[in-house]
């Protein structure tokens, strides 16, 4: 019979893992990414031996959180997709997108510490996804037809800002715009034009301009 304990050797050092990285979230969330590999090794109670063994360095622990950050974002908008309708979907996205952001702020802060590589991460991660919600309810035609997946971010950091700024207030003031901007978003009869969006190549411009907006 096999031994077990390779197995469960396997499942505490995930284990570990995931420990030192939901610690490394909450500390920089709430001391920024000044924040120690002491600090954190303590907030998960671990050594810190154990966290450069598992991460290398603090550099490798950053990039292993946004890495995963990004993953469970990814995989709430295939739950979102999933449902019956595209208009569901989309709808679904941005209650997610609002939700991630007012509650990961030390995410919004490590996209900040290497824009480029940040932004090309979330363009072949994220952006596929989105853009085929956003055309399936197009197709149904549930929702401007000059609605683009770049627009999800810009438009729902704004909200997200409103709950991270206004203690006591500001999450129901944000799902307040939230749910407005969802009622927006169907197709209406509108003489005025509509500015172009956001181009794909001047996202990590404006990450850069939200970065020295805080």
Known sequence: M?????????????????DVLAAAE???????????VETIARESGVGVGTVYRRFGSKAGLVDALFTDRVSEMADAIRECAAVGSGRD????VLRVYVDFQ???RAVRELLLIDIEHGAEHLRAEIEPLLSAIIDRAKAEQAVRADFTATDIPLLTHAIADIATRMPG???ELARRHLELLIKGLAP????????APLPDARFGEWLRAMGGAR
């Open 26 to 36: 909450r500390v920089f969330a709430r001391e920024g990414l000044g924040a120690s």
């Open 102 to 104: 007012s509650h990961n």
């Open 2 to 18: 096999s031994d077990p304990t390779p197995r469960v050797l396997r499942k505490d050092a995930a284990r570990n893992r995931d």
């Open 188 to 195: 209406t009869p509108d003489d005025v034009p509509v500015p």
């Open 89 to 92: 979907a989309l709808h679904r």
């Open 169 to 171: 207030i500001g999450a």
